[in-house]
């Protein structure tokens, strides 16, 4: 079975500033992963996701992710955060070859972005 | 934009009523979900569904019931709800075959209160 931690409940951070969310998982067979926003009020909405090939991968809204297979670790990351990018992320895994039967989601990450 | 709908948005009811959530979407996706979201939780799969007359219970057993007489359609039904299915509704919708990157398309969700 696969597990998806996500360590921080909730990450403050000023306007214009660097952020990282930290996003680890368990699991025995290899998985694609993905990571998702919510919005308030809104359903959530693909941000990016890795399922082979180069480790970095770049989403919209200027996110970007990087898979480390060594530490199971899939981290998103933005350089400088705007006001809008307030939200809940959730990082979510699936094993490989099920066809995308078996996503797992994490606890979520709700970030504060504040002026 | 994801075409994907959910009615109501919000609903409030006392004990014991029968409820129904709706779950539309335009994009002619065959597999369709129902995910259960509490705050500081995973999203939990309550119910799937492949294709036209094809339903499964998820991983969070739930007293609900769906039933996919349409493709495009996929209602939630709670016979008799109490406090305890307090909760948001999350409805998704995917491609399958060749078409499917794993990309979940996900509605607003339906935030149900029960007194």
């Known amino acids: 079975a696969q597990s998806v931690t996500q360590l921080d409940s909730q990450v403050p951070v000023f306007e214009e500033a660097p952020v990282e969310l930290r996003c680890n998982y368990s699991?025995?067979?290899?998985?694609?992963l993905f990571w998702y926003v919510q919005y308030p009020n809104q359903g959530l909405q693909l941000l990016l996701k890795y399922l082979s090939g180069s480790t970095l991968v770049k989403g919209i809204n200027g996110f970007e992710a990087e898979f480390n297979k060594s530490q199971t670790s899939f981290h998103l990351r933005k350089p400088s955060v705007h006001i809008s990018d307030t939200a809940e992320y959730f990082c979510a895994v699936d094993p490989m070859n099920t066809g995308f039967q078996k996503l797992v989601f994490g606890t979520g990450t709700r970030l504060l972005v504040s002026p | 934009e994801a075409d994907i709908y959910q009615t109501p948005r919000y609903l409030v009811i006392g004990t014991g009523k029968k409820i129904t959530l709706e779950c539309s979407q335009t994009m002619g996706h065959d597999k369709m979900y129902w995910y259960q979201q509490d705050p500081g939780m995973e999203l939990h799969l309550i119910h799937y569904?492949?294709?036209?007359?094809?339903?499964e219970k998820g991983d969070l057993s739930s007293e609900s019931t769906v039933s996919r007489i349409r493709t495009e359609h996929f209602p939630l039904t709670l016979e008799s709800a109490r406090p305890s299915h307090t909760s948001q509704y999350l409805c998704?919708?995917?491609?399958?075959?060749?078409?499917?990157?794993?990309?979940?398309?996900f509605g607003e969700g339906s935030r149900l209160t029960v007194l």
């Open positions: 699991s025995s067979v290899s998985v694609y």
């Open positions: 998704a919708s995917r491609q399958a075959g060749t078409g499917n990157t794993g990309e979940l398309f």
């Open positions: 569904s492949y294709g036209v007359n094809s339903t």
